[in-house]
């Protein structure tokens, strides 16, 4: 049974990157699509953007400009670098699976989050 | 930018049906996803392409969708019921999910 967990620093300074990492247990990072979700606190969810085994990546059209996924099949893992960041990126960071059984996609599992604070 | 809307909040007395509504354009041509979201816990999926439920999911969730309106429908509903519940489509490759509707069982 696949199982993500994120790591990463909890606070980070305003106008620093975001750097925080998902580690894939039970399956190959490289066979599959992945996926980053935020959550700032109290809010709904946002998505973030998504890594497919063939190497693209699609982000939310607001963070584009800042947002950029990787994946490293040695470690079985995937990143999310978020560049800038003000308070606004404050938020608990979820990674997820990406399924899909064409043309049908949709996110199961998830992390359990991390949450990242921005503030000096 | 394409939206989903979804009320704020539902309420619905214990063993009654809970509606759960999501709308956006031409939603009926988009394959939704519906999410769980309980206090201090990651989300989960609940139900796929409209209707689909994944292995965990109770039987007495459903979904169904017509026109603009997508539903997440809870037979029964019982207080483990009580959550968030997301709706999440597809506008090309970009994700796009509703604001969420907090379900009270009461």
């Known amino acids: 049974q696949v199982q993500l967990q994120e790591s990463g620093p909890g606070l980070v300074k305003p106008s620093e990157t975001l750097s925080l990492t998902c580690t894939v247990s039970?399956?190959?990072?490289?066979?599959?699509?992945w996926t980053w979700i935020r959550q700032p606190p109290g809010k709904g969810l946002e998505w973030v953007g998504n890594?497919?085994?063939?190497?693209?990546?699609y982000y939310n059209p607001s963070l584009e400009s800042r947002v950029t996924l990787s994946v490293d099949t040695s470690k079985n893992q995937f990143s999310l670098k978020l560049s800038s960041v003000t308070s606004e990126d404050t938020a608990v960071y979820y990674c997820?699976?990406?399924?899909?059984?064409?043309?049908?996609?949709?996110?199961?599992?998830w992390g359990q989050g991390t949450l990242v604070t921005v503030s000096s | 930018s394409y939206e989903l809307t979804q009320a704020p909040s539902v309420s619905v007395s214990p063993g009654q049906t809970a509606s759960i509504p999501c709308s956006g354009e031409?939603?009926?041509?988009?394959?939704v996803n519906w999410y769980q979201q309980k206090p201090g816990q990651s989300p989960v999926l609940v139900m796929y392409?409209?209707?689909k439920r994944p292995s965990g999911t109770p039987e007495r969730f459903s979904g169904s969708t017509s026109g603009n309106t997508a539903s997440l429908i809870i037979g029964g509903t019982q207080a483990i019921d009580e959550a968030h519940y997301y709706c999440?489509?597809?506008?090309?490759?970009?994700?796009?999910f509703g604001g969420g509707t907090k379900l009270t069982v009461l």
């Open positions: 997820a699976r990406l399924k899909e059984y064409s043309p049908v996609k949709w996110f199961h599992p």
């Open positions: 039970g399956d190959s990072v490289g066979g599959f699509h």
């Open positions: 890594i497919f085994y063939s190497g693209n990546t």
């Open positions: 031409k939603l009926e041509n988009k394959y």
């Open positions: 392409l409209h209707s």
């Open positions: 999440q489509a597809w506008d090309s490759n970009i994700v796009v």
